[in-house]
């Protein structure tokens, strides 16, 4: 029997980020420490930062009132928050402990550039995902999320305005193969898009195109 062993493995740097940010704010003592919602999607390594003190805050913000957050330390994980919440975190007493992963926060920074320059902009992902719900956030809703050629389609078919600008970028967890397939698709199977637009700008932010697919035996 051959073993092959994969190059790279383990928890993205974003989520390693994120992990050792909520042992150091454990280590600093002083104050009762959460995480909003799991730091990572590993029960194990939850399990163990809540055996240290860690307590995991329910993503529902109706429930933070009731949890009494004034001078609790409150990890936001790796995935970012509207900044919506950021403040009502704020104003609850709480500290926030940005873990934002670096590559969502580019991703945030684009959506905002784009928005600002007057791009209708598309972000390919999913949309009940928490990183797109924060990325949406910080360009106030001002954008359309879409998964596939076919939702593209949908809605370029019910649009009420001409759109003569389009910006284009990915969830950070999308992979290469899926947003250059839905670029070839708006090229090619959505001809009216083309007809329409005047100029188009893609921002590649997903960092499933950092992940060299090489295994080592």
Known sequence: MEVTLA????FCPG???AVRMVEETLG???????????VIHNP??????EARGLRVLAEDETAWEKEGLKGARVVVRSHGIPPAQHDLLLRLGAEPVDATCPTVKKAQRAAMRL???????FIVGDAAHPEVAAILGHVGGNAEVIK???????????RTEKVRKVGLIA?????LLTFRS??????NEVPEVMREVGEMKLINTSAATRWPARPRR
């Open 182 to 187: 839905l670029l070839d698709g708006l090229i």
């Open 7 to 10: 190059r790279y493995a383990g």
């Open 115 to 121: 928005v600002k320059e007057g791009y209708r902009l």
């Open 28 to 38: 600093k003592g002083g104050a009762r420490v959460y995480s909003l919602g799991p």
């Open 15 to 17: 989520v390693r980020r």
């Open 171 to 175: 969830q950070t967890t999308v992979d």
């Open 148 to 158: 596939d050629t076919q939702e593209l389609r949908e809605w370029w078919s019910k």
């Open 44 to 49: 194990q390594v939850v399990a163990e930062l």
